[in-house]
């Protein structure tokens, strides 16, 4: 098992910079690959960036990427968000991905709110 749970989110105005901390805990060997999603109200959660825990190697959605830089040490997942516009406004999940066993774990999210 794995837990994850997120921090810093917040109110921030547009322009500005963010960065969430998703402290990992359990058997977070057996994860490949960690990543951001995010889940603006009426839309559906969309993954923004993932790195692999082997490697480092990264991976941001086009539409967002340049402004969101993805990195990890040891116990934490880090997520820095530059440039901040109101459509960035969602609630911001971690999450890891077991790809032996297929299972996923997620933290609980953090509230980041835009305004202009």
């Known amino acids: 098992q794995v837990q994850l749970a997120e921090s810093g989110g917040g109110l921030v105005q547009a322009g500005g910079s963010l960065k969430l901390s998703c402290a990992v805990s359990g058997n977070i060997a057996t994860l490949h690959t960690m990543g951001w999603s995010r889940q603006a109200p009426g839309k559906q959660r969309e993954s923004i960036a993932t790195i692999t825990t082997s490697g480092g190697y990264t991976n941001y959605a086009y539409a967002i990427k340049g402004r969101i830089t993805i990195s990890r040490d040891n116990v934490k997942l880090y997520l820095q968000m530059n440039n901040l516009t109101p459509e960035d406004t969602s609630i911001y999940y971690c999450?890891?991905?077991?790809?032996?066993?297929?299972?996923?774990?997620w933290g609980q999210g953090t509230q980041v709110t835009v305004s202009a």
């Open positions: 999450y890891g991905m077991d790809w032996s066993s297929g299972d996923d774990y």
